[in-house]
């Protein structure tokens, strides 16, 4: 019965793909997500400064994720992003607070510093076939183990054209919202628009050029990539070159927005963030699925679980991360179980938890 | 001398990290030798206290959990072809249950014995949650361990209430984390050990082995042969949950405290690197266990040596990484292929040098 409503079901449209799928399913579940929010709490939910915050505090999030989608579709990984992203900023505020430093030096540190661990990384996964995890993880360690050897202590800018920038803000005064003082208009950050044009780059990087294809080609399947005439290892050592850069563009974005280098601070976890947003959003760790708007909703999910819970009165500290953990189970289950109804990996649940569905797909294996 | 072949042939995983704790020796001994003080390698004997103490033994003593964790590591690794990243936060949970029964019992054998079994069932079912995730629901395991990594400490700071228990100067808890009265030798090496026994014999007396082999290999042709991959795949999990257990029962014991922000903190990092070291591929299958614990003691040889000069420990990581990388590039197959060549053409030059390479790119599969 049930087989033949599917059967029939998918004779009527086009088949939708499994990103496709798993991007709408996020999509939907964040705006419901925003929606309930809004009629449960209202008050800040209800502000549209609140929606512009997603964007204002995640900047960097969104960027590293966009970086971690284009390792992962490659198949690879790159948990050093978390690292690097610390050590640009330790950098950065090191030199902008030094005699000498300006502004354009400490973007040049930042792409440089991003540039040369996605090149060391990427020579020695794509053409030393060393490990892509055991290569990243050396590449956190080293990240981590620099940023505590340029400083040892949270250090803030006192550079003022630095916080002149810092504090730039795009102003839209019909978004705003009425307070005590009188009406304040919505702010844009800098880091934001940073932020949308990475990712508005990378989706038309992996939809439309040769380079993003060939990445979903030796994603999705090695030796058939290798086979059509792909150059595998390089396509891999651009996806780690381009996750490196975008990591150290997060780094400045990172600074742009908190102004101040922590060794021990938000960035150093900033990695499992990044690639918890991508899995969201749709991606497979195998590689060759995934979707960089898929990514951006990932990210602004969790963040948004996060405010829910700090908005909600659970104010201790172990509230936020259990929530977490089960918001991420709920999305990771709902992923493997959509997946396996459709007929890719076949879920192998216990026969009285089949409801009819497994039977059918014995019998037509048989 | 065939014999001698064979026998290297057999463990040629094992070369590169039996080179690099060479290395790390050679290189300590050189700079021994250039500072002219040899107590890096001295092993005293405190005449009051009667215990042995010195760099070699610390060595030992410090990669204990590391080696356990790591023989458990191996195994998920082959099996289900992916890495558990929450044993740091499982670790974490075990022993905060551990410290909890502890506390709220006398002072006895009997109790402390209940609670490491206490311990070991929470995490056997920390592992069991990874494990279905990982073998019913088909989730890459990073993914669906990702889930306890970040759930894992807030659970411990719920069981603790927040708080950091310490144990108490005389409870023979310490023991096991520091020395039998009238033993010199420090307690944790002899747990290691006992592990690695157990599982040598389980090894060699089970088809555990085979099994996981078979299901990292190819799963589908492990199904068709009769092994239920699932069933294997759960059961790793959960061997790796009994020896998070009990790392994290030697690490409460040895500080005699539990802090559930930095015990054990990023540990799961250095048992993946440890499997990886041990020559083990990270993408499953075939496994060597005594690579992964000499990998254990490979990085905590490593550390120890930064630490004896003078690096501060928030540094230590930046060089880790550097030997890593160095170990990591020398075991890489295309280095591998190279070198075996290069070997092929200087001393055998009889052989032909396209025979070799392929012969190594066969062993390389």
């Given amino acids: 019965m049930s087989k033949n409503n599917t059967v029939s079901g998918r004779k009527g449209r086009e088949p939708i793909t499994d990103t496709k799928l798993l991007l709408t399913i996020t999509i939907c579940v964040f705006f419901a997500m925003y929606v309930l929010a809004m009629l449960i709490w209202g008050g800040g939910f209800l502000k549209p400064q609140q929606f512009i915050n997603l964007f204002n505090d995640n900047a960097y999030l969104i960027i590293l994720s966009c970086g971690l989608t284009i390792v992962m579709i490659s198949g690879g990984i790159d948990i050093s992003v978390g690292g690097v992203t610390a050590l640009v900023t330790m950098c950065c505020v090191v030199f902008l607070n030094s005699s000498g430093g300006s502004i354009l030096g400490s973007l040049c540190i930042a792409l440089g510093i991003g540039l040369a661990f996605g090149l060391v990384q990427g020579l020695l996964v794509a053409y030393l076939d060393v490990q892509p995890f055991i290569v990243t993880l050396a590449g956190m360690f080293f990240a981590r183990g620099m940023t505590t050897i340029v400083n040892k202590v949270p250090a803030t800018v006192t550079m003022e054209a630095f916080k002149a920038l810092k504090d730039m803000r795009i102003e839209i005064s019909w978004l705003g919202a009425q307070s005590k003082g009188g009406w304040i208009p919505a702010r844009i950050e800098l880091g934001a628009v940073i932020a949308l044009v990475v990712v508005l780059a990378v989706f038309v990087i992996l939809r439309w050029t040769r380079l993003g294809r060939n990445i979903y080609a030796v994603g ?111 999305f990771i289950l709902l992923q493997s179980v959509v997946l396996a109804r459709r007929g890719k990996g076949g879920l192998a649940l216990p026969k009285w938890l089949n409801f009819g569905k497994k039977k059918s797909d014995d019998e037509s294996a048989t | ?217 190819n799963e589908k042709a492990a199904h068709l ?93 930046a060089y880790k990484a550097i030997v890593i990388i160095l170990i990591v590039v020398m075991g890489s197959p295309v280095v591998k292929k190279h070198t075996s060549r290069l070997w092929s053409k200087l001393f055998k030059k009889k052989e032909i040098p396209a025979t070799a390479g392929a012969s190594s790119s066969k062993g390389g599969m």
């Avoid at chain 1, 908190?258 to 991508?278: F, Q």
């Avoid at chain 2, 405190?46 to 760099?55: A, D, M, Q, V, W």
Wanted: charged content about 10%.
């Fill in chain 1, 220 to 330: 999705g399947n090695n030796q058939s990539a290798l086979m059509l005439g792909i150059n595998v290892k390089r396509t891999k050592f651009y996806a780690h070159l381009f996750c490196g850069l975008l990591a150290g563009i997060a780094g400045y974005t990172f600074l742009l927005h908190i102004g101040a280098a922590n060794p021990a601070g938000d960035a150093n976890m900033a990695e499992m963030k990044a690639i918890a947003s991508s899995i969201i959003g749709g991606t497979l760790l195998t590689g060759g699925v995934g979707n960089i708007i898929g990514t951006l909703f990932g990210t602004l999910t969790l963040e948004t679980i996060r405010n829910i819970v700090v908005t909600s009165g659970l104010k201790e500290p172990w509230w936020q991360s259990i929530t977490y953990g089960a918001m991420l189970c709920f």
């Fill in chain 2, 225 to 317: 042969n009769g092994i239920n991959p699932i069933k294997m795949k759960l059961l790793t999990f959960i061997i790796l949950g009994v020896c998070v257990a009990l790392a994290g029962v030697i690490r409460v014991s040895r500080l005699a405290l539990i802090n559930h922000e930095t015990i054990l903190l990023g540990v799961e990092m250095d048992a993946i690197l440890a499997v990886a070291i041990g020559g083990n591929s990270l993408g499953g299958g075939k496994f060597k266990l005594s690579g992964s614990i000499i990998g254990a003691y490979v990085i905590e040889a490593l550390t120890n040596t930064l630490y004896a000069m003078k690096v501060a420990s928030t540094d230590v990581k």
């Fill in chain 2, 1 to 217: 001398m065939s014999k001698v072949k064979t026998v290297m042939q057999k463990n040629s995983q094992l070369i590169i990290p039996l080179i690099a704790l060479l290395a790390i020796v050679l290189f300590n001994v050189i700079r021994c030798v250039v500072i002219g003080n040899f107590s890096f390698f001295e092993i005293r004997l405190t005449e009051n206290t009667n215990i042995l103490s010195g760099n070699v033994i610390n060595i030992l003593k410090d990669a204990s959990e590391l080696a356990i964790l790591a023989m458990g590591m191996t195994l998920v690794t082959s099996a289900s072809r992916g890495q558990d990243i929450s044993v740091g936060a499982s670790a974490a949970i075990a022993g905060s249950v551990f410290v909890k029964i502890l506390l709220a019992n006398p002072a006895n054998w009997g109790v402390i014995i209940i609670a490491i079994l206490a311990s070991c069932v929470v995490a056997m079912i920390c592992g069991a949650f990874n494990g279905i995730l990982v073998s019913i629901f088909k989730i890459q395991p990073m993914i669906a361990t990702l889930i306890l990594y970040t759930v894992g400490r807030s659970i411990a700071y719920w069981i603790n209430g927040g708080a950091t228990p310490t144990i108490a100067k005389d409870h023979p808890v310490l023991y096991l984390g520091g020395f039998f009265p009238g033993n010199p030798i420090p307690t944790p090496i002899f747990i290691v050990i006992i592990c690695a026994i157990i599982f040598v014999l389980v090894l060699k007396f089970t088809n555990l082995g085979l099994y996981t082999q078979a299901v990292g290999i």
